[in-house]
């Protein structure tokens, strides 16, 4: 089946830094890909939908300077946590549509990246 | 708006039965999705009905009735590495969105 990979999959920063986590599809192409936060012991919650060759749509109550999103190509978008703080902490969790896809299944989810923020 | 409602965990003993349920308060979405996390891990998918009825895949199954907004998905025969949360998620039309209920946590005891 089709393959998403995460990287960094587990990053420790200091507070105030950026950390930058790349979410590629290895063995298809997409033209849209989402990425997701998660908190312990709470639901996935989309942040945005990051489209090749476009700006990325934001959900409500998530801010774009802080949460940069980048879809450079058709296999890879990053997420840049800019000035990280503690309250960033969480589990990031990107996912990839295949370009061929329909209505049906055709999301494919990465490892996810662990940020911890000291 | 969108809301899905999930009840929050079950325990339940190996090769027993377990039916997850799923309410959500949206319109014009392709269909419901189920997805199983385990601890530390990614969301795996496990079914999806775009329409109305029962689809079966292996040992689990998933229903969907879009006039009553409520889906459920089917654990038979239980085994100890069935214990995960489990998601359900509405697809959105246009590109695809998926919006996560709040989980379902099984705990598999022998």
């Known amino acids: 089946g089709a393959v998403v990979s995460q990287h960094p999959s587990r990053v420790i920063c200091k507070s105030g830094t950026s950390v930058k986590i790349e979410c590629r599809s290895l063995d298809f192409q997409a033209t849209t890909m989402f990425w997701y936060r998660q908190f312990p012991k709470q639901s996935l919650m989309l942040m945005a939908t990051?489209?090749?060759?476009?700006?990325?749509?934001?959900e409500q109550g998530v801010e774009k300077d802080k949460f940069l999103i980048n879809h450079a190509s058709l296999t890879l978008s990053t997420l840049t946590v800019t000035s990280a703080h503690p309250e960033d902490s969480s589990f990031y969790i990107c996912s990839a549509r295949d370009r061929s896809g329909g209505g049906g299944e055709t999301q494919y989810f990465g490892p996810g990246t662990r940020l911890l923020v000291l | 708006g969108q809301s899905l409602e999930q009840p929050s965990e079950v325990t339940a003993v190996e090769g027993a039965i377990v039916q997850i349920n799923c309410t959500y308060q949206t319109s014009g979405f392709y269909g419901l999705s189920w997805y199983q996390q385990h601890d530390g891990g990614a969301p795996t998918f496990l079914s999806y009905?775009?329409?109305?009825g029962l689809e079966e895949t292996g040992r689990f199954s998933s229903f969907l009735s879009r006039s009553d907004s409520y889906g459920y998905l089917l654990l038979q025969e239980l085994q100890m590495k069935d214990s995960a949360s489990y998601f359900c998620?509405?697809?959105?039309?246009?590109?695809?969105?998926?919006?996560f209920g709040k989980g379902n946590q099984v705990v598999v005891i022998p």
């Open positions: 990051s489209n090749e060759g476009s700006k990325a749509t934001y």
């Open positions: 998620a509405v697809k959105y039309y246009g590109n695809n969105r998926l919006a």
């Open positions: 009905n775009a329409l109305d």
